[in-house]
């Protein structure tokens, strides 16, 4: 297909082109790349679940008892006695009325925004939110209004000038995905309520993470589980599975089932995914001590980065960026990481901004110090020698 050639030309010229790194998990917080061994700083499993004994073997027994896929979709053969389980474990968990699964978090980001809005709304969507957030909204056909995180006060002018404009509603990320930072919901939560906004939440990266009890980002601000109308979250992180949910009220998700196409028209979830998940907020829920080791090592990891002289992003959260600055140097050392044993990935546009490549540090109740003085050292190696 000779139309493919420019883009890919222009994407290898720009050091844009994106390859697939096979990576093996072994253990929590290893991985094998081409036959080595390599310590691990690349994934979501911030609770080091995916692998726990007893969430691999609750999604064995499931494969087991119900075969490995749902087989049809959730409105017709595709609800079993796990989902209704997890669905239930899940609102109680958030302490909503009821949830919702979804085959993944993309699909019930991309599904509530547009089952939700029409052309004749208006949207009002942080700059930093995640692709899924930004492809619902574009779905949806919704007016699109951008507001920049550290500017809440902002929010507010912007539903006052869009009084009459359709319903509006206000949509975040709680901890955005390649910055580490943490949203002022509180101060947003706020805002949207003062002028009769909806908001919708992304907890995807604050479950398991944020709160003493890694409750996200609602116990981390002590508010009350309704301060967001829409709460999305995703089995696929801290939960150690995949999948996501949609937790509000009984009539949001009564409107989901009915209208939410990426729902309706989509396999259900595995049942081994729906089993693992659910064992692994058994697990959550029984040992927090898993948030707060989480919360050490993040920390730890943090502060030396910081003393080693580099520019580290983020707030308190388990995703800790080391800005770089242009692709070369990111993917260099990316590179020179994994050279080092190391997998760390570069981050490049159009995921961040142009110039604001980094490496992207994701943290696991596994690692420990030694495992982040690795790192620091084979960073600052790196970056010397990247100097000369
Ligand atoms: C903020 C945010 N929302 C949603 C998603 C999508 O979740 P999933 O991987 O379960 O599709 C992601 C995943 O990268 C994310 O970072």
């Known amino acids: 297909m000779e139309f493919l050639r420019p883009f890919l ?34 994934t979501n499993d911030y609770l080091d679940l995916a692998a726990h004994p007893q969430v691999r073997e609750a999604a064995a027994r499931a494969a087991e008892d119900h ?34 699964l979804f085959p993944t978090g993309y699909q019930a980001n991309i599904g509530v925004l547009s089952a939700l809005l029409t052309r004749s709304d208006t949207v009002f969507s942080d700059k930093l939110n995640h692709a899924s957030i930004i492809d619902g909204c574009r ?21 006052e000038s ?31 309520r003062q002028h009769d906004a909806v908001l919708m939440l992304d907890d995807a990266h604050g479950i398991g993470v944020l709160g003493s009890n890694g409750r996200g980002v609602l116990e981390h601000f002590g508010l009350p589980a309704g301060t967001a109308d ?42 081994a995914c729906c089993a693992g998940a659910l064992a692994a907020l058994e697990i959550l829920q029984r040992e927090p001590e898993r948030v707060s080791r989480l919360r050490e090592i993040s920390q730890y990891t943090r502060q030396s980065l910081l003393q080693a002289g580099l520019d580290v992003g983020g707030d308190e959260t388990a995703i800790v960026p080391v800005i770089l600055g242009d692709n070369r140097t ?33 943290l696991s109740s596994a690692h420990t110090r030694e495992d982040v003085d690795r790192l620091v050292e084979s960073l600052k190696r790196t970056l010397l020698r990247s100097e000369c």
């Open 162 to 192: 869009h009084v009459g404009a359709g319903k509006r509603l206000v949509v975040t990320e709680s901890v955005f995905s390649m910055d580490g930072t943490i949203a002022p919901v509180d101060r947003i939560s706020k805002i949207a």
């Open 67 to 100: 075969g490995v896929g749902a087989r049809a979709s959730r409105l017709t053969a595709g609800t079993s006695t796990l989902h209704t389980t997890l669905e239930s474990a899940l609102a109680a968990f958030t302490g909503y009325e009821a949830a919702l």
């Open 230 to 271: 829409i709460y999305v979250g995703t089995l696929s992180k801290a939960l150690g599975s995949m999948g996501g949910f949609v937790a509000g009220g009984g009539d949001l998700i009564r409107y989901l089932v009915n209208r939410s196409r990426s729902f309706i028209y989509a396999t259900g979830l595995s049942p």
């Open 9 to 42: 030309k222009d994407l290898r010229e720009r050091g844009l082109l994106r390859k697939l790194t096979t990576a093996d998990a072994e253990g929590g917080r290893y991985v094998v790349i081409d036959g080595r061994r390599c310590l691990s700083f690349a």
């Open 330 to 362: 990111t993917m260099d050392a990316a590179t020179q990481l994994l050279a080092d044993g190391i997998f760390a990935p570069g981050i490049r546009p159009p995921t961040v901004p142009e110039g604001r490549g980094r490496i992207r540090v994701s």
């Open 139 to 159: 779905l949806s056909g919704a007016t699109k209004q951008i507001y920049d995180t550290r500017d809440a006060e902002y929010l507010g002018h912007l539903l």
